[in-house]
DNA sequence: ATCCTACCCCTTGCATACTAGTGGGTCAAG
DNA sequence: CTTGACCCACTAGTATGCAAGGGGTAGGAT
């Protein structure tokens, strides 16, 4: 990986908030500087750079970063350093992969849910963020189309009543949202994502499992659409 | 929680090898104490007590009892302390859920994989296994059973490719196998797990990717039968 | 010119010390 | 005897310093 000891993190970002512990605060802003590709794949991060940045010592950033190769988000060498992980083909199919086997889970037993109540609950609250993914779309904001697509999946996980199947949702999704924000436009993904959303709730209208789960397969494949252009275009972030 | 100040630990246990980070050996001896019941669920870990076991400092110990707390086996409680986690009847039903769209995903995968070969050499392993699972039911050897139980789901996993997968089913099962390990006999377990399994594998070598699924999602729910039972008879474990 | 070696700097891993906050136990007052 | 306040012991969180090892660079030898 290259060297590049240069962190670009904003000084104001150095604003811990002092009723948090501070490890799980710096936890956070770097997850989302490296989700948002402010720390690019293969930097070097510096425990003593951060720690100075955030006017912290060592130890709650170490921590921080502890936890964030736990997510697979950053390597420790020992002795050598901190990188930023680069993306690879294996590891995005695994995320993938992950994340299908659980949303589609949600969806089937949000599908077969008997309880009518809960269903039309869902289906609500999902087709409202539809509508509002088509304002995004007409207006081209991608990145609140991004944000709203993240909405539909966390609000179809939270029905599942298992908190932990969000969380997990998540942070797999967000290996491949570290690509897809090298790219935000890519040609026709909004009417694409959006069918693809309205088929999804149709089917959990409809009450059937295999349908759901089938339209949200299909969905979660449509990442297959980037992965043929990314590498091509930003070898340097792969491995 | 109740306070039990009191650490069970062997001490020959701190044995520590030199040429591999503390904290991630230290993790290691943590969730295996916990999985195999000698910490009990609401008994507090004392950082400083840990550390003078092992021969440590507090440092490695407190790293590892923060990845501890990721994957759900410790609670930490700021300036009150750390406890190992009491089970509670959402939480398995989480992980079993969890661990069911994974195990799904990875027999559906390899039921309907195009390469014959892999099929197979999948089918052979796992029919070893349940060999060595029927002797190991004749002579009444539970932990053995267990093992191989694991080795099972573990070598299913591996046929994905997807390391990460094996190692959420490993996780999300171990929180199973820790109540599980109260009642290691349950009448009739070896003769329902054992068939079971071998609906898996049959199922796999047709190459149907549906009784596949429905065979370990079957497999998964037989859980419930310890969950009918264990909550009445160790209430103090629970919350 | 090229290769090899020694050194130095920088990295993470670990140890130790200090801070702040919680809970319990004790003692005094009602 | 009860109740309340205060104090102390112990907790996790953070700071700092030291140890061990890898890598690049400079300089000397070939």
Redesign the interface.
Same mark, same amino acid.
């Given at each position: 990986m290259a060297k590049q000891p240069l962190i670009i993190m904003r000084p104001e970002s150095k604003g811990l908030s002092y009723d948090r512990?501070a490890a799980s605060q710096i936890f956070g802003f770097i997850r989302d500087a490296i989700i948002s590709m402010e720390l690019l794949p293969g930097q070097m991060i510096s425990e003593t750079a951060l720690a100075q940045q955030f006017g912290v010592s060592r130890t709650p950033v170490r921590?921080a970063l502890?936890?964030l190769s736990?997510i697979?988000f950053v390597e420790v060498l020992?002795q050598r350093g901190t990188y930023v992980s680069k993306f690879s083909m294996?590891k995005i199919?695994?995320a993938r992969?992950?994340r299908?086997?659980?949303e $589609?889970?949600?969806v089937t037993?949000l599908a077969t849910n008997p309880d009518e109540a809960v269903r039309s609950e869902a289906v609500d609250a999902c087709e409202k963020i539809i509508a509002d993914q088509k304002t995004a779309a007409a207006d081209d904001d991608a990145l609140a189309f991004q944000n709203l697509d993240d909405n539909f999946h966390q609000t179809l996980a939270g029905f599942?009543?298992?908190?932990? $199947?969000a969380t997990?949702i998540e942070a797999e999704k967000a290996h491949m949202d570290r690509v897809r924000n090298l790219s935000l436009h890519v040609s026709g993904q909004y009417k694409r994502v959006l069918s693809q959303h309205s088929a999804i709730i149709k089917a959990i209208k409809a009450g059937s499992a295999e349908k759901s789960a089938a339209a949200m397969s299909v969905h979660l494949k449509d990442v297959y659409n980037i992965l043929e252009v990314i590498p091509q275009e930003h070898p340097e972030y792969f491995v």
């Open positions: 512990p921590e502890i936890q736990n697979g020992p294996e199919l695994e992969f992950i299908e086997a659980l $589609v889970a949600v037993q599942t009543q298992y908190p932990r $199947v997990f």
